[in-house]
Each structure stands twice: as C-alpha cells, then as structure tokens.
C-alpha cells in the first residue's frame, strides 16, 4: 500500500494511466461538492491508478448512482505522484475533494493539517457500517481515536518468484526459512545464470517487517524507530549483493522500466505487495507465484496486512453521503465482482465472498488470484500478522528520500555511510526532529 508511497515499479509499477478532465474542480467552493434544488447532491471522488482501475471504479460509480440516485460522482484519477501533487494543492487551498483514496503514510499529515474527516459521527449515526471486516481491518485506518480511513483491500509483502527458475535451482521457500537461508537461494540461483533477487535494498515497506522481527520498525508515532547503524547493516547487505550479483545490476533494472526485473528475466524474484502478482503475469511469460519472507528467528515475520483506503474531506459539505458512498464501496458485494483484487483482497467479509478468482474468464488470472487470497489467509491462520503503527507526519517525504537514496547507493553514486547520513538528513528534517 499502500502504499502504500509506492514511487517506483517495485511499490507502484509505475502505475500508468492519463488523467481524465478535472470536472468542475473549483466550483462547489471551499466546502466541496454541491447541490441542487431537487435535493439531489454532487460529490467529488478521486483516486490514483491506472486506466484499467478506472474503468472498474466507474462501473462501480454506476451502481452507487442507481442504488443513491439523489447522489452525483464526480472523478478524477491521476498516477501516483501526479495525484498526490494535485491533491496537496487542492488541499491547501480548502478544496480537496469530498472522497479521495489514501493511504497509511499520509494520513497523520493531513490530520494535522485539518483535511481529514473524522468518520466515527457517521458510524454513529448508522451510514457507515464498521461490522464484517475481516482480520480487524477495520481499525486500519485509526489514528488517536479517530476514524480517518476505512479499507477497501488488503495486501502484504511478499516474494514474488519466477517459479520454473526456483525450481531448476533446487528452491523451495517455505514459511519459517530465514535471511540465510534466502541469501543462499539467491547464491543457488545466481549460479544459474540469473541475479536472485531485483534488489531489496530501497523497498521501505521490506525493510519495516526486518526491523520489526528485531524488535524494532521504519516509524514510531512521532519519528523513525531505528537508528544509523541498524540502517549501515541494511544497505551495507544491499550494496556487497549487488557486488556479488545476487541481486540485479541496477542500470539493468532501470534501463526496463516500467517493466519488473523478474518479467524481464533480469532477476528471479522481487519483494512487493502479494496483490501485484496479476501484474507479473500480465507483463512476463513465465509461471509466477508467492513466497514467506525471510525471518531472523524461523518465526515472527513482522508482517501486517497493508491497505488502500477510502477518507472523507472535512470541508464536505455532504458528510452523510460521503460515508454512504464509502459504505456502499466496502460492502456491497456487485463492488468485489468488479473490482477483483485490483485494490487487493476484498476487506469486509460480504465482499470476499462474493468475488470468487475461480470465475474470473482468464485463468490463469483466477490461479494468481487464488493464491493472493491463500497466502494473505496462511498469514491470517499463522497468526503473524502485527499492528502497523500509523505513520508520522512527513512519512511520504521519508520514504520517497529511502529509495531515492538506495538507489544512488545501488549505482554507485554515494559510500553506504553518505548514503546512510544523507537519508537520516532529510528525514530527520522532514519529521521535524
């Protein structure tokens, strides 16, 4: 998910897509949405994503109208960084719109900020159902009390792997094996003539679940939860894999982007979210599935499940019908049928079962599809799964400076102690701590 501030192919893929006109953006005024004399009331929704999810959340929007015809949507959808952008402005200018998708890293930043609205009165007065979530997401989107985001998809980390290549090398992952017993597959693989892995080295949402199975995490509540020398270890891993070939050439996987490195062949395996899966498929030719991660002990993964959300603006005019419209995309089952696992797995129960990946036209989509949703439930039976601790205000600007920097580091361009105090620099400044 998340986020995840998944800036590049291994968090977001670059998630393509053009921008739809901006639709009236301006004239409901600092409130957001608008109304009119029959009693019928427009909001705004927007989203990031590609043109594909679009097209799925538009269909959706068709529903919702008919089922609420006294309620309008309006959208907008953007890539990644181009609506994060878009929305900061709005934003600040006291117009953001009346629903917006959104994530862990940003939702104490725009609290403090006085943009989100607080969806506990809606809750209250029964337009929002917070029942039928599976695995306690509903609490996903708490921060100090208040309900600033309600999931519409669960995802994890996970190993992607190229599948034939695992097993040509003689690898079998499996639930418990450790960082030694990775770092040895990737030997294994290597030898066969591919690098093991595309490089983990820049992927914030990988390096959280290694420090948390020491003990630690990327962020506390009000700053970072490790310190210069947990980070020294990390890259110092990275940089001596990337020496080694282990890990993949980074000019190489830079040279095919948007393309992964394992659909390319470059590498055999990449961390990133379980949901992406479909992705590889769409764009390798070979067979890919999900493998554990690596752990310290043989046990605690530091996992949590991550999630896109759905928040409300609170400068809405029409906070009854923003949490209306966010009930209707959680819980009513004609949403799961369309959108898939486009967001990730299904949060609310209703709408977990109503998508079954069995009957999607393309099979080998349902087979990928299949088992997201068994390795997000061998996690849930495991009983891994851990709370993730909301992100701080200037998370995003942390998590943009990690990869950056790492793959700076990667290529060359700085010593893992510069790369280290550089990061440590800018985050420090962007947490104001």
């Known amino acids: 998910m998340p986020t995840n501030g998944e800036v590049d192919r291994r968090g977001l893929l670059k998630l393509a897509g053009g921008s739809l006109a901006a ?206 020398a947990d980070l020294k270890e990390w890259w110092t891993k990275g940089y001596d894999g990337v020496k080694s070939g282990i890990y993949a050439d980074p000019k190489k996987v830079a040279q095919i982007k ?35 991660l690596p752990t310290t002990d043989g046990k605690k993964t530091g996992q949590y499940l991550g999630s896109l959300m759905l928040s409300g603006s609170k400068r809405t005019q029409h906070p009854k019908e923003v949490a209306q419209f966010i009930d209707f995309m959680v819980h009513d089952p004609e949403v799961a049928e369309i959108m898939g696992y486009d967001r990730g797995v299904p949060t609310t129960t209703a709408q977990y079962e109503a998508y079954k990946p069995a009957d999607e036209k393309d099979k080998v989509i349902a ?14 039976d495991a009983g891994v799964l851990e709370t993730i601790t909301p992100h701080p205000a200037g998370a995003d600007v942390c998590e943009a400076a990690f990869l950056r920097i790492a793959e700076e580091l990667a290529l060359g361009e700085r010593s893992v102690d510069e790369a280290v105090k550089q990061f440590f620099t800018e985050c420090k400044t962007a947490l104001g701590s």
């Open 258 to 292: 948007p393309k992964s490195a394992v659909a390319a062949e470059i590498a055999a395996a990449e961390f990133t979210w379980d949901n992406f899966t479909v992705r590889y498929t769409a764009e390798g030719k070979s067979e890919y599935g999900l493998a554990p």
């Open 23 to 228: 639709l009236g953006l301006t004239a409901a005024g600092c409130g957001g949405g608008s109304g009119s004399g029959d009693g019928t009331v427009t909001i705004r929704y927007a989203w990031w994503g590609s043109d594909d999810r679009a097209k799925r959340i538009n269909r959706t929007i068709e529903l919702f109208e008919k089922k609420y015809p006294k309620i309008k949507v309006k959208t907008d959808f953007q890539p990644y960084l181009d609506f994060w952008k878009k929305f900061n402005t709005q934003a600040s200018g006291g117009n953001p719109p009346d629903v917006f998708q959104n994530a862990i890293g940003f939702l104490r930043k725009y609290d403090q900020r006085n943009v989100l609205l607080d969806l506990n009165a809606q809750a209250k007065a029964g337009n929002l159902r917070l029942d039928g979530f599976r695995a306690g997401l509903e609490k996903f989107g708490e921060v100090d009390g208040k309900l600033l985001g309600v999931p519409v998809g669960s995802n994890s980390m996970a190993l992607v792997i190229d599948k034939p290549v695992f097993e040509k090398a003689g690898v079998t992952p499996k639930a418990g094996w450790t960082w030694d017993d990775f770092h040895t597959a990737m030997e294994k693989i290597r030898k066969q003539g591919r690098a093991g892995d595309s490089g983990l080295y820049g992927v914030m949402y990988l390096y959280d679940p290694y420090l948390r199975q020491r003990g630690k995490a990327f962020f506390t509540e009000d700053g970072l939860g490790f310190d210069e």
């Open 367 to 380: 087979s990928v599809n299949k088992e997201i949703a068994a390795y997000e439930q061998q996690l849930v």
